[in-house]
């Protein structure tokens, strides 16, 4: 079995050239991202630089204008959503996107049902693969809901959770959808500081133990630095820097563009 490094040297996701264009305005131009297998990346910027419109070319909600998107070397440009998520790419939404009068169970289960492997045969008449793979959802659901400390809430009404729990169970439907690569879209949201930072020692262990490969759009500086192993800076559409934490901080154009305005460590 190979080990994190090994598989960092292979290539996951390579995006050539991307752009996207909204009544004749650029929400993205140019974009290029080589993204290697088990990091974790970043993505910043101010309000309106391009960085959910990326997640939504990505990951098939939208269709690009000029450029090519590539999953382990097969071009995907042309996928549809539902077909990238068959091969691995999944993402969480600014706005939940929670089966809110279910359960908290019931929404990760049915996140997860879509890789179980019996018929309606199986399903009518009760028979040994749909009772043991039916077992082993329920086992994995709570294995991960008992991580994320949701397990007391596994019969809760998932819209009834307080909304930092409702954002730990939306991260928690894209994980158990056997990913490969997760796109986390502003996920600290609503959350205080404290639920900020043991969110993100959560997603340090998920990501070891899920064996993931993650980028994370955020707005709090210390969370993304703290997590990402590189980072990209756009502003208006355009990529303006690339580099670890360390050197995006000390970049000119980041500190005018986003760090420079206002508090972004709250």
Do not use: C
């Amino acid at each position: 079995m190979q080990n994190r490094a090994q598989r960092a040297q292979q290539g996951l996701l390579r995006v050539e050239g991307m752009s996207k264009v909204f009544g004749g305005l650029w929400a993205v131009r140019d974009y290029n991202l080589d993204l290697p297998e088990g990091k974790i990346y970043g993505l910043i910027g101010p309000n309106g630089a391009g960085k959910t419109t990326i997640f939504n070319l990505i990951t098939g909600v939208l269709k690009v204008h000029s450029g090519g998107i590539f999953f382990r070397d097969e071009d995907i440009t042309a996928w549809r959503a539902d077909q990238r998520a068959r091969i691995g790419i999944t993402r969480n939404f600014q706005n939940l996107r929670l089966f809110k009068s279910l359960s908290v169970l019931e929404n990760v289960k049915i996140a997860r049902h879509m890789h179980l492997d019996y018929g309606i045969f199986h399903t009518v008449f009760n028979l040994p693969r749909f009772l043991k793979e039916e077992k082993d959802l329920d086992d994995s659901s709570e294995e991960i809901l008992r991580l994320f400390g949701l397990i007391d809430e596994r019969n809760d009404i998932a819209g009834e959770l307080p909304y930092g729990h409702q954002r730990k169970l939306d991260i928690i439907r894209a994980i158990v959808t056997g990913a490969q690569l997760i796109l986390l879209d502003e996920p600290t949201a609503g959350m205080n500081s404290y639920e900020a930072q043991k969110l993100s020692d959560l997603l340090l262990d998920v990501w070891e133990k899920y064996s993931l490969t993650i980028i994370i759009v955020e707005h709090r500086m210390p969370f993304i630095l703290g997590l990402a192993e590189r980072i990209q800076v756009l502003d208006h559409g355009v990529t303006i820097a690339e580099g670890t934490p360390q050197e995006v901080k000390k970049n000119p154009k980041v500190i005018e563009a986003y760090l420079g305005k206002g508090d972004h460590g709250a």
